[in-house]
């Protein structure tokens, strides 16, 4: 999915907040871009995994022991995520949203759906999100979220 946006990106010469032209902003996209695989994806996707797939497939809820590892490797993350990627700026590469932003939050939005709010407590990773959602719009964010949102339905 990362190739796919780089790649819509440049063909369609979005305005270049989204990818910077930029060598320091872009390579803070590119930074991002290449830790969230091993880090907030892998983590939220565990967590999503553990509470909603897997006991779909079994046909019972995981012990809440194996929730609360999940949750505490999630919580590792996004604690870096904090210090290292947003620490006092609006956005992951400055004041401007960025392909990084996009695919930080709709990583996090799994956990949310399935009954882990990662932003209680986090006041700064709290106000991310809202710059987020208000950057791309209320209901963009909402319609790009409507499938995982009624996950807990299953």
Same mark, same amino acid.
């Given at each position: ?7 819509? @990106? ?10 910077? +032209?930029?060598?320091?902003?872009? /390579? ?13 994806? /892998? ?6 995994? +553990?509470? @909603? ?8 809820? #995981? ?5 609360? #590892? /999940? ?21 992951i ?10 695919? *930080? ?9 399935a ?18 959602e208000? *950057?791309?719009?209320?209901?963009l ?10 996950i807990?339905?299953?």
């Open positions: 999915s990362i190739a796919i946006l780089l790649y819509l @990106v440049q063909k369609f010469k979005t305005p270049d907040h989204w990818y910077p +032209s930029d060598l320091q902003k872009r /390579a803070r996209v590119d930074e991002y871009l290449s830790w969230q695989h091993a880090n907030i994806r /892998a983590k939220g996707t565990k967590f999503f995994f +553990s509470k @909603v797939l897997l006991p779909l497939l079994i046909g019972h809820p #995981l012990p809440p022991e194996k929730l609360e #590892l /999940a949750i505490e490797e999630l919580n590792v993350v996004l604690n870096q995520f904090e210090e290292k990627f947003l620490q006092d700026k609006p956005f590469a400055g004041s401007e949203i960025s392909l990084a932003d996009l695919v *930080a939050v709709v990583e996090l939005m799994q956990p949310v759906y009954g882990y709010d990662l932003f209680e407590g986090r006041p700064k990773l709290t106000e991310w999100r809202r710059r987020v208000e *950057a791309v719009g209320k209901q964010f909402q319609e790009a979220h409507e499938e995982i949102m009624n807990k339905n299953l």
